[in-house]
Nanobody, 118 residues
């Protein structure tokens, strides 16, 4: 239900964009991007609520921008001024409501690799 696209390889100082599209749901509450670097725990990168309010982990503030399109159930992450330490698998997260009246639940994408070279 969550399909990520984008990512790949980039150089330090460059830019990449990630997208996450959600299908088969009635609505989406909070959406977020997480990342997991080799040997490290998964961490929250950025999250955005239905109204568009966003917050970021300190390490990406001023460099990454998260946005969403509620009508098309899509979230993007624009990553600028990339650093090698941004290298990780990036995961899309969404708090989804599948049907009217059903409780919300967590949903995850399959992950997309981002590699930033020095």
């Amino acid at each position: 239900q969550l399909v990520e696209s984008g990512g790949g390889s980039g150089q330090a100082g460059g830019s990449l964009n990630l997208s996450c599209t959600v299908t088969g749901v009635f609505t989406i509450n909070t959406m977020a991007w997480y990342r997991q670097a080799p040997g490290k725990q998964r961490e929250l990168v950025a999250r955005i609520d239905y109204g568009g309010r966003a917050d970021y982990v300190e390490a990406v503030k001023g460099r990454f921008t998260v946005s969403r399109d509620n009508m098309n159930k899509r979230m993007d992450l624009q990553m600028n001024s990339l650093k090698p330490e941004d290298t990780a698998v990036y995961y899309c997260y969404a708090k989804i409501v599948v049907d009217v009246g059903s409780p919300s639940r967590d949903a995850w994408g399959q992950g997309t690799q981002v590699v930033v070279s020095p």
